[in-house]
Structures are given as structure tokens and as C-alpha cells.
């Protein structure tokens, strides 16, 4: 089976992606990395910045793809904004199950506001514009999602993992 983990930013893809795919035998992948091979030497950063989000969708569509082309049971971590490439959520939904990791809004903008103001928040209210890209990428996630897995405040890594590992094996078996 092929997972896609989705959420905003900070809900714990990638922590949990590849934690699940370890414990179940599965490989992983994050869509990041993925891209990287792709426009070395520039950062994803970097190359958003000089090319645009249009230029990066296609990259990060065709980087999917192509990991998805060659691989079979895997679990992949996206970034927080994949919510806004349709033609790769349309792929994600055909090609295996979209999981939405999902957070308390005040925990996941407190965890971000750790490292300094980052450039997409830099307005005059930072707190009410991350409300409203919550409100606009969590009505996306839920039109594509398989299956909601709550984190929350979890007390360990290890008993989330547990947690999580255990709701997809209800769900979609072992």
C-alpha cells in the first residue's frame, strides 16, 4: 500500500511518515528531497524564488510521479503546501491512500513562530493570516484526504507512532 502524509506545516509528516514506513517494512520518501535531486544545486527555496510556485508545482508533480513510477509500497511526507498542486493531489488520490495529520491550529503556529517570523507570515497580523491559510489548506486537505489521524499534543514520539501505526492498521489492515 502507498501512504501520502499530508497537513500544514509543523503537523509531523515527515516525523511520523518515516517512522511508519521503518515500523511497517515501507520505504520513505520525502517530496522535498525529491525535487532537490531535480534542481540541484538550488535549494526549494531558492528555486521558488527565482522561478515561481507555477514552475514548482510542475516540479514537484513530475518529481512524485516519477518516485511513484518506481516505487510500490511506500510512504511519502509532502510539504505542508501540496494542497495547492491539484494535478498532484489528483495523483496522490489514484495512487495510494492521501493520510491528513492534523493539529491544533495555536500548537502548529506557536511551533512555527519558534524559529522567527518566516517571509509568508510577515504582515502586519501574522496570527490571523496563518487562521486564514489554515482555514483555505484544511478545507483541501479534507476534499482529497483517505483518513484524518489527530496528533494533538503528543506526550511521546514513540507512543504517537504506536497511535498512528495502529489507526492505519484498523483502517486499511496490516
Known amino acids: 500500500m502507498n501512504f501520502f502524509f499530508t497537513g500544514m506545516k509543523h503537523s509531523g509528516k515527515t516525523t511520523f511518515a518515516k517512522r511508519v514506513a521503518a515500523a511497517k517494512g515501507l520505504i520513505w520518501a520525502d517530496s522535498d528531497d525529491l525535487v532537490l535531486e531535480n534542481i540541484k544545486p538550488l535549494t526549494v527555496r531558492e528555486y521558488y524564488k527565482k522561478y515561481g510556485?507555477?514552475?514548482?508545482?510542475?516540479?514537484?508533480?513530475?518529481?512524485?510521479?516519477?518516485?511513484?513510477?518506481?516505487?510500490?509500497?511506500?510512504?511519502?511526507?509532502?510539504?505542508?503546501?501540496?494542497?495547492?498542486?491539484?494535478?498532484?493531489?489528483?495523483?496522490?488520490?489514484?495512487?495510494?491512500?492521501?493520510?491528513?495529520?492534523?493539529?491544533?491550529?495555536?500548537?502548529?503556529?506557536d511551533k512555527i513562530m519558534q524559529k522567527g517570523l518566516p517571509p509568508f507570515l510577515d504582515t502586519p497580523d501574522p496570527r490571523k493570516t496563518f487562521h486564514e491559510l489554515f482555514l483555505r489548506r484544511d478545507a483541501i486537505y479534507r476534499s482529497y484526504m483517505d483518513l484524518e489521524i489527530a496528533l494533538g499534543p503528543y506526550s511521546s514520539k514513540d507512543e504517537t507512532e504506536r497511535r498512528v501505526i495502529s489507526i492505519l492498521e484498523e483502517t486499511y489492515g496490516r
Open 53 to 109: 510556485k507555477e514552475a514548482f508545482i510542475i516540479e514537484e508533480r513530475k518529481a512524485v510521479e516519477d518516485f511513484i513510477e518506481k516505487n510500490n509500497g511506500f510512504v511519502l511526507s509532502l510539504g505542508g503546501g501540496v494542497c495547492d498542486n491539484t494535478p498532484l493531489m489528483s495523483l496522490m488520490k489514484s495512487s495510494g491512500k492521501i493520510i491528513y495529520l492534523t493539529r491544533d491550529e495555536g500548537l502548529i503556529f
